[in-house]
């Protein structure tokens, strides 16, 4: 029932958000969005990484006419069970020709699988994981150092790869899979309806070199898509490290800089919305792109300025990556449920948000000043569609979270007087009046510009 129609009976269950100004990342949930995260089920998230690993391999050079093995028969029933989710999901196949390159020994048809919930604006909030899987030393099962950090490079991986060997891919990235699926899901049947976009996504070619999702974003920038965000996925379904230690109670995000990136800012947002939604959770923020001298598909985002973070568990056990090793029985599905609900609560607060304001003029220069005293913080921004109000943060320059918030009602300039702007870092996020809260557009001073004195000879 939704909230109108539960005042209307006379039957109101849940207190409604007091205003603009009660929003999740001030620490106030939505009943709405609780219900959705609480919808996560750790028992289908198991079937569904199960059933991924039983197709043998998944990869992106493997078998696609067998009807049970190879890259084909996954993505067709990864399609399938888009399709049986919801019909509100427009279900698709992003189809790509590639030609022979870099770890794609020879011409292969590159496919993502892609699932849509429609939203109030085109403006998109992706959702993945990547459904390919790999083996790079073929039959040679529990070969140490068989993991992508391993030293013998792409020649050596080419060479000794056997692209139909086992590579049953349970965690990597059968996981990220596994939530993408069950969130496109219970995003379809929350009854809600979001401003933005859902775009649900399972990539290909993430082995190769994150191909899937480079392909499909920079067709996206060619046809100026907008990009709220990417929350993706990859290697978040064990608790369990390769050293021994347990951890099911946090998981790391990444996310590339610098500190006023909006990558940052999605970073910054989820912790945030997880602590209101997953309070049992801890959200580990790292302040890189990735783990050490490694990758996944957040970076295809990224290159094109879609603002864009990767999950990963919290402790990672290298000797089931990459290998026959990687099934199903080395997961925790309980610990990947809270992954996803961490997902869940962080994705669906900002589809129901406005889009973040702008901040900076055409020419990208950022709209704050000292005022007309010229000791002022002087806060200009663009007005948000579906705005109700606004609220504006700052914080110390060396500090790397925001300090100090201020709703200040539904205006597109304020002052804080005798703030020195030389001295703060300061945002602002729109909020609709249901309490929903945007990302922070960050007023990021730019960096001088020096030239080379020329000395005379
Ligand atoms: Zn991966």
Known sequence: ?????????????????????????????????????????????????????????????????????????????????????????????DRHMLARQGRITREVELVNVVAILPGRSARRIYISGHYDAVNPRGNAPNNPGAGAGAAGGDAQMRAEMDHNADAPGANDDGSGTALTMELARAFANSGLEFDATLVFVTWAGEEQGLLGAMVHAQTLAAAKGTVTANFNNDIVGS????????????????????????NRSLARYIA????????????????????????????????????????????????????TEDKPEGM???????????????????????????????????????????YDAALQWEASPGAAGYRVYWRNTWSND???????????RFLLPNVSIDDYVFGVAAVNAEGHESLVSAYVSPNRRMQEVQIKK
Request: aromatic residues 8%; glycine residues 8%; charged residues 20%.
């Open 272 to 323: 945030r919305v997880a602590g209101v939604y997953v309070p049992s959770h801890t959200i580990r923020l790292m302040a890189r792109e990735d783990r050490f001298g490694r990758g996944s598909d957040h970076s295809s985002f990224t290159a094109f300025d879609f603002p864009a973070v990767v999950f990963r568990e919290a402790n990672e056990n290298y000797q089931r990556q990459h290998n």
């Open 402 to 412: 925001w300090e100090r918030s201020q709703y200040v009602g539904n205006v597109t």
């Open 332 to 374: 925790d599905f309980r610990y990947l449920a809270q992954n996803t609900r961490v997902n869940a609560a962080a994705a669906a607060s900002l589809a129901l948000a406005p889009p973040a304001p702008k901040v900076t003029t055409g020419g990208g220069t950022p709209t704050i000043s000292r005022g007309t005293t010229g």
């Open 239 to 262: 608790s369990l490290g390769g050293n021994g230690i347990i951890d099911a109670e946090s998981v790391r995000i990444y996310s590339l800089g610098p500190e006023d990136s909006m």
């Open 1 to 93: 029932m939704s909230r109108v129609l539960a005042v209307a009976a006379g039957l109101l269950l849940t207190p409604p958000l007091a205003s603009a100004q009660a929003t999740a990342a001030q620490g106030v949930a939505d009943p709405r969005i609780t219900a959705l995260v609480a919808s996560v089920s750790p028992e289908r998230l198991q079937a569904t990484a199960t059933k991924l690993a039983s197709f043998g391999t998944r990869s992106t050079l493997s078998d696609t006419v067998s009807t049970t093995r190879g890259i084909g028969a996954a993505r067709r029933w990864i399609y399938d069970e888009f399709k049986r989710a919801s019909p509100k999901l427009q279900v698709a196949f």
